[in-house]
T-cell receptor
Framework: DGGITQSPKYLFRKEGQNVTLSCEQN?????MYWYRQDPGQGLRLIYY???????QKGDIAEGYSVSREKKESFPLTVTSAQKNPTAFYLCASSMGGPIAASYNEQFFGPGTRLTVL | GDSVTQMEGPVTLSEEAFLTINCTYT??????LFWYVQYPGEGLQLLLKATKADDKGSNKGFEATYRKETTSFHLEKGSVQVSDSAVYFCALSDLDNYGQNFVFGPGTRLSVLP
């Protein structure tokens, strides 16, 4: 089955530690995205990538870092510089690339819930 | 920049009631419009979409019509079920110099009571 996987589903970290959230897709999509969702709130864009080896900051990139070394993978690192990292993190992908069109929808993974202890 | 506005929730309805969730947008280009649904503890799922003016998207009894003249994309369902309880997000997509750009509304929580 094609889709997006995120792991782990639940993640606990101590203050001051960096942690990396995994996102993998087998949809052959060029574009990938990371969002943060706080309880009862909407989505806020952290980083996005339209093609391998390139990525752009979203609205709340401070305290986060990403890499895009492979088309199917877009890991997100939550660094110790992120002051309030406890949240639900969603990864998404869309067709993107040179044939990107506005009608291409985003596909979302199941999310990772990060809790800082 | 582009933006999406949705009616504030939560919306609480009895089973079999009629549902409307209002959504309006502002965009500089000619966007595509989407409704996504999120069940508790899960990611978002595409519910329906429309890509040009007067298009009607529909799925699972939900409908929304792309109204360019009123810049709206209201979600409707004739008879809601308890299983429709979820958060609904209106979204738009357009293209910029870098690629495809998505903008989401704040979400509207729907609770359907038996």
């Amino acid at each position: 089955d094609g889709g997006i996987t995120q792991s782990p589903k639940y993640l606990f970290r101590k203050e001051g530690q960096n942690v990396t959230l995994s996102c993998e897709q087998n949809l052959n999509h060029d574009a990938m995205y990371w969002y943060r969702q706080d309880p009862g709130q909407g989505l806020r864009l952290i980083y996005y990538s339209q093609i391998v080896n390139d990525f752009q900051k979203g609205d709340i990139a401070e305290g986060y870092s990403v890499s895009r070394e492979k088309k199917e993978s877009f890991p997100l690192t939550v660094t110790s510089a992120q002051k309030n990292p406890t949240a639900f993190y969603l990864c998404a992908s869309s067709m993107g690339g040179p044939i990107a069109a506005s009608y291409n929808e985003q596909f979302f993974g199941p999310g990772t819930r990060l809790t800082v202890l | 920049g582009d933006s999406v506005t949705q009616m504030e929730g939560p919306v609480t309805l009895s089973e079999e009631a009629f549902l409307t969730i209002n959504c309006t947008y502002t965009a500089t280009g000619y966007p595509s419009l989407f409704w996504y649904v999120q069940y508790p503890g899960e990611g978002l799922q595409l519910l329906l979409k429309a890509t040009k003016a007067d298009d009607k998207g529909s799925n699972k009894g939900f409908e929304a019509t792309y109204r360019k003249e009123t810049t709206s994309f209201h979600l409707e369902k004739g008879s809601v079920q308890v299983s429709d309880s979820a958060v609904y997000f209106c979204a738009l997509s357009d293209l910029d110099n870098y690629g495809q750009n998505f903008v989401f509304g704040p979400g509207t929580r729907l609770s359907v009571l038996p």
